[in-house]
């Protein structure tokens, strides 16, 4: 099993910055892609980005060129680097992590993490 564990979210103003981290702990050798999602209130969870162990990122449209995704293998962790926030970024965002052999694009992540609360001020 792997247990993540997300810290660095708050308030923040419109265009400010936050950095998201997440910790894995457990089996840590079967994760393959980590990755970072969000759901706002009333909506469906969304990617956000996702990274492969090899360190090649996935960004969706809407973040590119505000968010990075960057990890640290050593350290079992992964970060999200959100600048130029909008207050349509406020949301609930969660770490996930995929398993050997799993596709978080077709079925989701197989582990997450409780998730923090990111709320964007206009």
């Known amino acids: 099993q792997v247990q993540l564990v997300e810290s660095g979210g708050g308030l923040v103003q419109a265009g400010g910055s936050l950095r998201l981290s997440c910790v894995a702990s457990?089996?840590?050798?079967?994760?393959?892609?980590m990755g970072w999602y969000r759901q706002a209130p009333g909506k469906q969870r969304e990617l956000v980005a996702a990274?492969?162990?090899?360190?090649?990122?996935n960004h969706v449209d809407s973040v590119k060129g505000r968010f990075t995704i960057s990890r640290d293998n050593a350290k079992n962790t992964v970060y999200l680097q959100m600048n130029s926030l909008k207050p349509e970024d406020t949301a609930v965002y969660y770490c996930?992590?995929?398993?050997?052999?799993?596709?978080?694009?077709?079925?989701?992540?197989?582990?997450w993490g409780k998730g923090t609360l990111v709320t964007v001020s206009s």
């Open positions: 990274i492969t162990v090899t360190g090649i990122p």
């Open positions: 457990g089996s840590t050798s079967s994760i393959n892609a």
């Open positions: 996930g992590a995929e398993r050997l052999g799993g596709s978080y694009l077709a079925y989701g992540m197989d582990y």
